[in-house]
């Protein structure tokens, strides 16, 4: 049974840090790809970063790219958004994903597995 489970949200102060965490489960962690979305009040869900797990490369939405920074721990079978210099329309629901496919598929959201989420507030 593959399981997502995301951690760290919370409350900050705009020009804040964050880091969130995915704990994964139940996957052939090789084959996926490992991502970030994040789906803001009355707006459709973004990508915002993915990270292969076998090689580790990384790609971002653009408008995260200097700002946030995604990361995997092996070992711990954990990936890691962190996030800094928050502004107030980063608040959202931020949600891990596993899937297999290419760069285009897995920043349109075509994934396997989701997590439930993790609200991030950011306060101006």
């Known amino acids: 049974q593959v399981q997502l489970v995301e951690s760290g949200g919370g409350l900050v102060q705009a020009g804040g840090s964050l880091r969130l965490s995915c704990a994964a489960s139940?996957?052939?962690?090789?084959?996926?790809?490992l991502a970030w979305f994040r789906q803001a009040p009355g707006r459709e869900r973004e990508f915002v970063a993915a990270?292969?797990?076998?090689?580790?490369?990384?790609y971002y939405a653009d408008s995260m790219k200097g700002r946030f920074t995604i990361s995997r721990d092996s070992a711990k079978k954990t990936v890691y958004l962190q996030m800094s210099s928050l502004k107030s329309e980063d608040t959202a629901v931020y949600s891990c994903?596993?899937?297999?496919?290419?760069?285009?598929?897995?920043?349109?959201?075509?994934?396997?597995?989701w997590g439930k989420g993790a609200l991030v507030t950011v306060s101006s």
């Open positions: 994903a596993a899937g297999i496919g290419t760069t285009a598929a897995i920043t349109m959201g075509q994934m396997h597995y």
């Open positions: 139940g996957l052939t962690f090789s084959y996926y790809t």
């Open positions: 990270i292969t797990w076998s090689g580790g490369n990384t």
